[in-house]
């Protein structure tokens, strides 16, 4: 079978998640133009990350469950192929740009319905848990997909620790937001910072985890470092980078994306290839090093665990 790279499909074939005919983004754009974007270029131009898998190794890290023994995207495309919006709109653009990111020191500010908020550092934050990898498929709505080996541990078992109260229904995520360290910040193209939620039963559930690493290492910047949220049976945009705070809410978040446009990027985004974007259908994907297109699977391949969290609901409308 012919393998070809993914850095040699040609950008016409992948559409992005950005509205090219979005308003704040034009006038951004325009405004930028004119003043030779001085501001936002000199500052994207000026830094970069490594490729090589030079991070720290992570220690004791165990074979978790779920896993899928499809072959594991390389390291490279896993590294220079993203979506962090908040260091550009091109898939490059994260591997480049995101040595601007401090993940250390690190704290996450837990608060909402717990009876137990505080503002953790990272390391205590994790401390008391087992890192497991877990390797996922990663779909993107724009229609190319990945297998990840992260490393984590499960988010309801940190959920837990922070006892969330009878009035907790939806978990809230929130990314880093600061013009300094994410210099994409200042591009309107999203409001910031970025946003996500879940519902509490399915941030419970077994398959959700937040991830520190991949590839047996800490997590490179571009990833969301040190610390984001993956969903493995969603869509990629709902598994948050670089998460600052987690508020359990009573109420259904108003999360980035569905903000942005709600006809295109509904709040369960649950991976579907019955119920396409308005953009681009969703009935197939490009995997990351391959040629022909694979079907994509309802709930990504993980329907057998996650479908009874949705028995009942029409996924047409909740979508
Ligand atoms: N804060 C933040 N998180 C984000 C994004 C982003 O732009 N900002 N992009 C999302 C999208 S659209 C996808 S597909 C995945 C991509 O993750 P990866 O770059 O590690 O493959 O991250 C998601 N998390
Ligand atoms: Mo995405």
């Known amino acids: 079978m012919p393998i070809r790279k993914s850095s040699d499909i040609p950008s016409s074939e992948i559409t992005d998640e950005k509205l090219y005919l979005h308003r704040r983004e034009f006038i951004q754009t325009a405004l930028g133009a004119a003043a030779g974007l001085l501001v936002g270029g000199a500052t994207i131009q000026a830094a ?3 490729v090589a898998p030079t991070l720290p190794k992570l220690d004791g890290v165990r074979k978790g469950a779920f896993g899928t023994s499809e072959q594991q995207t390389p390291y490279e495309d896993i590294t220079t ?5 908040e260091f550009g709109t091109d898939k ?6 995101a040595g601007t990111l401090r993940p250390k020191p690190w704290t996450v500010k837990v608060d909402g319905e717990v009876n137990k908020p505080a503002d953790y550092g990272l390391e205590d934050l994790i401390k008391p848990f087992a890192l497991e990898e ?4 990663l779909r993107c709505v724009e229609g190319w997909s990945m297998v990840i080996p992260w490393v984590g541990f499960p988010l309801g078992d940190l959920l837990k620790r922070f006892e969330p109260t009878s009035k907790a229904k939806f978990v809230e995520f929130t990314t880093l937001f600061d013009l300094a360290q994410m210099p994409g910040q200042r591009s309107g193209v999203l409001r910031w910072p970025y946003v996500e939620g879940l519902r509490l039963d399915e941030a419970m559930h077994p398959l959700a985890i937040l991830a520190v690493g991949l590839y047996g290492r800490v997590l490179p910047n571009q990833d969301g470092a040190p610390l984001r949220l993956v969903v493995p049976w969603k869509y990629g945009f709902k598994s948050i980078k670089s998460i600052v705070r987690i508020r359990l809410v009573e109420k259904e978040p108003l999360t980035a994306w569905n903000r942005e446009s709600p006809s295109e990027y509904g709040f369960y985004s649950n991976v579907n290839p019955e119920v396409d974007h308005p953009r681009w259908s969703q009935a197939t994907e490009r995997r990351l090093g391959e040629f022909f297109k694979r079907k994509t699977l309802k709930f990504n391949g993980y329907g057998d665990q996650v479908a009874g969290l949705y028995a009942g609901m029409d996924l047409r409308k909740n979508f």
């Open 48 to 50: 970069s990350t490594p």
């Open 92 to 97: 490059s653009d994260p591997s480049h740009n």
């Open 134 to 137: 877990r390797v996922y498929r």
């Open 81 to 85: 192929y993203n979506n962090f919006y």
